[in-house]
């Protein structure tokens, strides 16, 4: 099954692997209907050149692209900063002449946890249709599989690199995780897994349920679940790069 054509151009969100494309097969995470819109499109907004050109490949090999690749246009999401409104709204106004163009993520869906949400507004403001495609969140994924609450939870991004700073926000994020019975949720850079692990576990209440969800989709895929008394006693070797999700509920 297709997407319905428009006469309009439109922003198709489309998920990607949160593993490379080569560890496991697109259609075990892709429905055929995000692969077919994938295959059909040949203006894209990304994060990383390399992983796009890498995604469309394997999209190619199911569903052969309806341009060659090489006359595919990218253009780049700029990193570490967010796009102001004024250069988003030109991105779309230049990529968008009555043909859909795809925003496209690293790992997992975009605009959650991810660049893009700039864009997105960007085609709100324009009129632009706006079109998310199924396929994986590490973050949905992981608190599916955790057995925390799943009616509250909050997403917190990043924690402080720091050490001090770190371990307050812990404590104050399983403050509000008593007070609200919410579950609290956050992602590392994989080199700091274990430093954010080994803090959790140091800080948090030892009746604070704690969840590690590691790889998710891919061959070293694991989730657990244990207390903080049950984590320090039984410990764990965190992969130190392969991403991860944590979540806490406080007991």
Not at 113 to 132: N, R, S
């Amino acid at each position: 099954m297709d997407l319905p054509k428009t006469q309009e151009g439109r922003l198709l969100l489309i998920p990607t692997p949160l593993v490379e494309v080569a560890q496991t097969p697109l259609t075990a995470v892709l429905p055929q209907t995000t692969i077919n819109a994938a295959s059909a499109l040949h203006h894209w907004i990304v994060e990383n050149a390399k992983t796009a050109r890498a995604f469309l490949g394997a999209v190619h090999a199911i569903s052969p692209l309806s341009v060659p690749l090489q006359h595919h246009v990218m253009t780049v999401l700029p990193k570490h900063s967010q796009l102001d409104p004024a250069s988003a709204l030109a991105l779309l106004k230049t990529a968008l002449n009555a043909q859909d163009v795809g925003l496209l993520s690293e790992a997992g869906a975009p605009c959650i946890a991810d660049p893009g949400a700039a864009i997105v507004a960007a085609a709100h403001e324009l009129g632009v249709t706006v079109v998310p495609l199924v396929g994986p969140s590490s973050i949905l994924l992981g608190l599916m599989a955790s057995g925390l609450e799943g009616q509250r939870f909050a997403f917190q991004g990043y924690l402080p690199v720091q050490a001090e700073a770190r371990d307050a926000t812990i404590r104050a994020l399983e403050g509000e995780s008593a007070q609200r019975h919410q579950t609290q949720l956050c992602i590392e850079t994989p080199y700091r897994n274990a430093a954010l692990l080994l803090a959790m576990t140091r800080v948090l209440q030892r009746t604070t349920r704690l969840t590690v969800a590691c790889g998710l989709t891919g061959p070293q895929s694991f989730v657990r679940t244990r207390t903080v008394e049950q984590w320090r006693r039984e410990g764990i070797a965190m992969p130190d790069k392969i991403p991860a999700l944590f979540g806490f509920l406080a007991g």
